[in-house]
């Protein structure tokens, strides 16, 4: 039985237990694309189809469906574009110890046991809102959406450490003060660890 930290591919709209009886609540698939990656050796291959559509340049933008990621979304979005570039959008799913509350409202709702089911369906929900919003942006069009398992800022360094793009830009709270000073933030964590130029944009 695999580590479900350790990073498979597979299609996020057919990733269930083949014998999982299927639940009706639960919409079938997902509209957009999303590459669900467990296998490290996986991510060459995200980076060389972002690579094909950015002439050789990615930015990889992290989101967690917050209003933050929204705007830094769409700031990479714009970058993108003008200096034709790719994206990459990436969500790391959260172990099941440390789910958060985006996910659980649709665990009460739809009953889902499988987490990586839920990130999914959110995740698809998130970039499906942002290409409505923003129907000029091509580069979210054309966009690889990516997602694997673990923890956020571990699994950032690694796709970034695999996936090598020009930066990385991501949103942030943005707090202050001694909160700050001893809470930190995945972000500052990122911009301290990072090998490549980060951006951070707040709403």
């Known amino acids: 039985m695999s580590d479900p930290r350790d990073l498979s591919e597979t299609s996020a709209g057919v990733n269930a237990d083949a014998g999982a009886t299927a639940d009706p609540s639960v919409k079938p698939a997902q509209t957009q694309a999303i590459r669900v990656v467990e296998d490290r050796s996986e991510l060459a291959k995200v980076a060389k189809a972002a690579r094909k559509k950015g002439h050789d340049r990615v ?16 700031f990479a979005s714009e970058i993108a574009e003008s200096m034709s570039t790719s994206l990459i959008v990436l969500h790391v799913v959260h172990d099941p110890g440390e789910m958060p509350g985006y996910y659980a409202s649709l665990v009460k709702k739809k009953r889902i046991d499988r987490l990586q089911d839920i990130a999914a369906e959110v995740f698809d929900d998130f970039l499906t809102t942002m290409m409505k919003a923003h129907p000029h942006r091509k580069a979210l069009r054309k966009a690889e959406n990516l997602m694997v398992i673990g923890l956020p800022v571990t699994r950032i360094l690694e796709v970034v450490e695999k996936v090598k793009p020009s930066m990385v830009v991501m949103g942030s709270q943005g707090r202050t003060g001694l909160e700050h000073l001893f809470l930190g933030s995945k972000a500052e964590q990122v911009v301290q660890l990072c090998p490549v130029p980060v951006t951070i944009v707040k709403q």
């Open 59 to 74: 930015i990889l933008v992290p989101v967690d469906f917050s209003a933050h990621s929204k705007a830094a979304l769409l």
